[in-house]
């Protein structure tokens, strides 16, 4: 919910989604598609930023996805994502991909990503997003180091003479 001052709370957009590994999303070793996995992590990002700005929200960059485990099919996979900081326009989202043991129900990690999304209006336009509450230490020492990849990202662009 929005606060008065119009800032959000990060665990207004905290999206959780599930999918179940089938035959086409694997490789011939049974493993889930890299490619995959990206699409999933996408659509999550993309739905915490949408929930955070109250708009339709695109990548603007993917700062880090790293594999630290197989995901095999038949395998239920859980992706959480969550908004670490709101910089005027752009926002960062943290998407974390875990495989659920089924008896259990016992999660393990297998994928962490980074992104930045930007919110559209209407015409396609890019809009200022909602600032977002620091409600906790988590939410301040996320924010932080959010901002130090963002300041990192920046520099990256200079040097390369602009672009994405």
Do not use: Y
């Amino acid at each position: 919910m929005a606060h008065p001052s119009g800032a959000r709370s990060p665990r207004d957009s905290i999206t959780e989604m599930t999918e179940i590994v089938l035959p086409q999303h694997t490789n011939a070793l049974g493993s889930v598609f890299g490619g995959q996995v990206m699409a999933w992590v996408d659509i999550c990002g993309a739905v915490v930023a949408q929930r955070h700005c109250g708009r339709i929200a695109v990548t603007a960059a993917v700062d880090e996805l790293n594999f630290l485990s197989p995901i095999q099919v038949g395998q239920v996979v859980v992706l959480t994502g969550r908004i670490n900081a709101a910089f005027g326009s752009s926002m960062e989202v943290e998407v974390i991909v875990q495989v659920e043991d089924a008896a259990t129900r016992t999660r393990k990690l297998c994928v962490e990503a980074l992104l930045t999304f930007v919110g559209l209006d209407e015409h396609g336009r890019v809009r200022s997003a909602p600032t977002l509450l620091e409600e906790t230490e988590d939410d301040a020492r996320r924010k932080r180091e959010a901002t130090k990849r963002r300041e990192m990202r920046l520099l990256r662009r200079r040097v390369r003479g602009g672009g994405a």
